[in-house]
């Protein structure tokens, strides 16, 4: 479902302009559509920098320096090929190095995102929406149409701000110190609920936690019960942490599939399969497979197959 004029940029307290929700998203609405790569820098043309700069740490400000310095020229190149508005437009979005020493290049690091081939892209849209380790949202660029998508990944409040996460999803349940390292290089401090929450760190220490354990072959000897409190306590987790990636939907499947086995009430394994389905038509409807084992542990009868 395409949501379109569901939000407004608007200036946010001490951290310049953010996307906030006009009306109420539905988990899994398209947001924006269609926002093209509208300048580019190539795999190998990184390549060939990369190879002039062996001796560079590559998380250096010198690096970074260094980088916008040689691509300056061809992307100022590109930009000069765009519209007036869309000139405008990119050069209204933030630059890590500050206002001050903005430039097309530096502010096409800062907000480039990347392509299937692992090119690097800036799409004017995606670039306004700021960072939170609480994602409500996520960009997806598509190869094929040569351009970007940002959807919900929970329902989102009027009024709330609509956030991405600049790290990879491996990041995300990370201790809070970690995700600020390496967020330090779009020049903020994330104060994110999560960040500014002091027992943020022990929820997602623990889902980790079990998360390995699920990972680990034993497992099986874990008695089925208990190895359902451990499945439902996680996806408790995942659902206040509000961490969408790095393992919610197994966390889900894991808890559809404990609780035949487990023998929970009814009403509570239906609650949970029809979550487990909400989520396959919403975020993988190719998936008929997976919808049909969803389904199947929703014919909740006591001759139905087990699915464990
Ligand atoms: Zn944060």
Known sequence: MIQRGTYQVVPMKGKGL??????????????????PGLLRVMIREMQVFD???????????CYFDLRATYFQPMLEEQLLLLPQGLQEAIMGLHDRAGEASKSVAG???????????D???LCHMVGRFNSSCQQNAVYEWCDREASASVRAVWDIAKGEEICIFYGSTGDLLKPRRERQEFLRYWGFTCACSSCMDPLSDERRAR????????????????P???????AKE??????????????????LTNCVQLSQSAHEEPQERRHL?????????????????????CHKALGLTSAEPNLA
């Open 234 to 251: 996680q996806l408790r987790l995942y659902q206040k942490e509000r961490v969408f990636f790095s393992g919610y939907f197994q966390a």
């Open 18 to 35: 953010g996307a906030i929700a006009t009306t109420f998203i539905k988990q899994g609405s398209v947001i924006v559509d269609s926002d």
């Open 107 to 117: 502010i096409f690091f800062t907000n480039a995102i990347a392509t299937e081939g």
């Open 273 to 293: 399969a029809e979550l487990a389905v909400h989520h396959v038509k919403v975020f993988f409807p190719q998936n008929d497979h997976l919808l049909k084992e």
């Open 119 to 121: 090119d690097f892209v």
């Open 224 to 230: 089925i019960i208990q190895r359902y409190e451990l």
């Open 207 to 222: 889902i980790l936690e079990i998360k390995r354990a699920f990972e680990d072959e034993n497992v099986i000897k874990i």
């Open 51 to 61: 190879q002039q700069h062996l001796d560079l740490d590559r998380r250096s400000e």
